[in-house]
């Protein structure tokens, strides 16, 4: 692969990202944050914080989306620190983690910014206040990664406990951790479809669904210690970037790795991150070497290939690059290669051997296609034989040999063949339901004894002639139920035309589901599903499908009732919620109304928080949000009584009743700290008081002061 431009900032690149203006971010182990021009990568702009990083395995330094903020550790790990990024200004200081701080992150909505450590906790700050709000649930050990879903649903943290854990930022909720690794998790990533990829030191990687929480697939042919981990436009393909600057590529549809040493660095990489908008895999390294390369390099030359029909080299370009397989014109290729077999088959059938070879003639320098070349034509030695055996009506001679060589099975004279067999079986089958029937029935199949797997469907049809009696009875009533059970125990019934019926009009019914589903049509399609569901060969994918077009279909019918305590409860629950067209409407309003709440919060008004959120207050799903809000607004009533100099009983009590609502919590430690430097005569202990819970917390709980 060739570089297509780079650029040099002589100090290791430990942090990249494609800002929302197009413009590439790049900070090195100095903490010194440089924007590129994507065109050209010249300096647009920058600035140094003056923070040296000497480990960076882990993400010590992120950014906002838009830029306007980052978090970083501090030259000794002993504490992260959120900045604005335009005045350059500390927004807050986290250094509460007993031990060194490991990794920080910011949400993709830019709402909080977290800080993981050693201790295996995760402290949350509010970025417009520096407030300290919540805590994520704790690891036994070190975090090494933490990561967000793209819509900023999920943060997903992970590390030296083998454990993944998983927090919905929608409804302020954990689910059950993940346990898979045997080895301490390194890298995570959010991928489409309700996918996650986990690492681990031991160079493992598994995908898994957040949802399930089952393991989808384990990837194979990791040699080395990932270091860095992107993924491509639509999450297409998985880039791994390993410590001795191997970038492994992977197929992230297939889980095929298509590259162990896709690209290989002179010096350790550091950083991998993606230019969606161009196709460019953008890679930093230990020198502070940034490099971009096109993916589909090599693209423009394959169709002056193919004009020239050179296959043999647009196989070794998709060699070279295999993501290049995966382009219009090697599909071309394909398909052209695909035609060329299936003419030179039926040249090879007529016997015409030499203008078969003719026409194999522009892929027979290509290895993996001569070596199916050669055996197509070593396969066709015998079909003389096959076509006299056929003609003589040797008929287990003939199916034997189309057994050994399947090939013999695209023919005309095979399906023939299986045309008069099944007009035979369908015949016998109709004489055999009468007494009398029954020898002549036997006679019309006697040609197909010594064949094996007919032999045991025309043991099955003499015996059993009354199952066939009663699935033309249920196939007259429409009882596709009952069908499908026959069919599944009695495989002889697939032979009739009967079964050929059933099965078209499934695949019609399946195809209009989706086209339903595509089109948001809830309504037509659950009764599509439901046809489907009397079929057994569905029924394993559409139990999944099933359920997601009820809660659609109920979801829309509650928008449509302005019934937002369902609508929401439903939208909390199911993610793919939150692609319809209502549910980006709803959240946008939680949004917007979480970020007023978040003022009213900050100045310790409960009233105007209420007000803010009184319409979310009997929705069972957002009581752990609300509970967050509360607490944060109470917390602040008595931040606000401390400053004030406030009697020291009246602060004793919301102290109290704080701990007694939401439980000891880290950000009512940190104000009891701050209480005690101002109020050093107390003798309030908080580990002796009677706790409550976030998790139990209600509306009913809400009052005007903490205090009172």
């Not at 431009?5 to 203006?21: E, F």
């Not at 290939?305 to 295999?322: H, T, V, W, Y």
């Not at 006299?388 to 023919?411: C, D």
């Amino acid at each position: 692969m060739l570089i297509v431009k780079n650029v040099s900032i002589k100090k290791p690149v430990i942090y990249l990202n494609i800002l929302k203006d197009k413009k590439l971010l790049a900070v090195d182990s100095d903490t010194t944050v440089r924007t590129f021009t994507t065109e050209e990568l010249t300096l647009a702009s920058g600035f140094k914080a003056n923070i040296k990083h000497e480990r960076y395995k882990t993400q010590v330094v992120t950014f906002s989306e838009e830029g306007d903020y980052f978090a970083t550790l501090s030259s000794d790990c002993r504490e992260s620190r959120l900045y604005n990024a335009k005045t350059k200004k500390v927004i807050a200081r986290v250094s509460r983690h007993q031990g060194e701080v490991s990794c920080v992150g910011i949400d993709p909505l830019t709402r909080f910014m977290f800080s993981c450590g050693d201790d295996g906790k995760t402290f949350v700050t509010d970025i417009k206040s520096g407030k300290l709000i919540f805590t994520l649930p704790p690891h036994a050990d070190t975090i090494n990664d933490i990561v967000f879903s793209p819509k900023g649903t999920w943060v997903a943290t992970a590390g030296y406990d083998r454990k993944i854990s998983l927090f919905s930022l929608v409804t302020m909720t954990h689910k059950e951790k993940f346990k898979a690794h045997s080895a301490p998790i390194v890298k995570m990533r959010f991928l489409s479809k309700n996918r996650l990829l986990s690492v681990d030191k031991n160079a493992k990687a598994i995908v898994w669904n957040i949802h399930s929480g089952k393991v989808l697939m384990r990837l194979e042919g990791i040699h080395d210690d990932v270091v860095s981990v992107t993924t491509s436009k639509d999450d297409q393909f998985l880039f791994l970037g390993t410590a001795l600057g191997y970038i492994l590529l992977y197929d992230l549809n297939t889980y095929q790795q298509l590259s162990s040493k896709y690209i290989k660095m002179e010096s350790p990489l550091t950083y991998l991150e993606f230019d969606k908008e161009n196709d460019y895999l953008i890679v930093g390294t230990v020198d502070g070497f940034i490099a971009y390369y096109d993916i589909y390099e090599g693209q423009d030359r394959l169709m002056e290939l193919l004009k020239m029909k050179k296959f043999q080299e647009i196989e070794k370009s998709s060699l070279a690059n295999p993501i290049l397989a995966y382009t219009n014109i090697y599909d071309m290729v394909s398909n052209l290669w695909e035609n060329t077999l299936k003419k030179a088959k039926i040249l090879l059938q007529n016997g015409e051997n030499k203008k078969a070879l003719l026409l194999f003639g522009h892929f027979v320098n290509i290895p993996n296609r001569n070596k199916v070349i050669q055996k197509i034509i070593k396969d066709y030695e015998q079909y003389d034989k096959f076509v006299q055996f056929a003609k003589e009506r040797k008929l287990a001679l003939a199916y034997s040999l189309a057994n050994t060589f399947p090939v013999y099975k695209e023919s005309k004279i095979y399906q023939a063949l299986e045309k008069q067999w099944k007009k035979s079986f369908v015949a016998a089958q109709k004489l055999s339901l009468s007494a009398k029937g029954m020898d002549r029935a036997k006679e019309m199949l006697a040609p197909y004894r010594g064949i094996s797997d007919k032999t045991r469907l025309i043991q099955d049809m003499m015996t059993k002639g009354e199952i066939y009696k009663r699935f033309l009875a249920y196939f007259g009533k429409r009882d596709f139920k009952m069908c499908s059970e026959l069919l599944k125990q009695y495989k002889f019934l697939k032979e009739f035309p009967e079964y050929d019926t059933l099965s078209n009009y499934a695949d019609s019914v399946y195809m209009k589901l989706y086209e339903s589903v595509n089109k948001g049509d809830t309504y037509t399609a659950s009764k599509y599903l439901k046809i489907l569901s009397e079929f057994d060969d569905f029924r394993d994918e559409l139990n999944e499908l099933s359920k997601s077009i009820a809660a659609k279909q109920k979801f829309f019918d509650a928008v449509e009732n302005n019934n937002l305590l369902v609508a929401y409860e439903l939208l909390d629950a199911n993610e793919e919620l939150l692609e319809t067209e209502d549910g980006i409407k709803l959240n946008k309003q939680w949004l917007k109304d979480m970020a007023m709440a978040n003022g009213f919060a900050l100045a310790g008004d409960t009233n105007g928080l209420k007000d803010t959120l009184h319409i979310y207050l009997n929705i069972t799903s957002k009581y752990r949000a609300l509970a967050n809000e509360f607490a944060w607004c109470y917390s602040t009533q008595i931040e606000q009584k401390i400053a004030g100099e406030a009697l020291q009983k009246e602060i004793e009590k919301g102290i109290k009743n704080y701990i007694l609502n939401f439980g000891l919590e880290d950000q009512i430690v940190v104000l009891f700290e701050k209480f005690q430097k101002a109020y050093p005569e107390s003798k309030l202990n908080i580990e002796l008081l009677r706790e409550g819970s976030s998790s139990m917390w209600r509306p009913s709980m809400i009052v005007s002061s903490i205090l009172e």
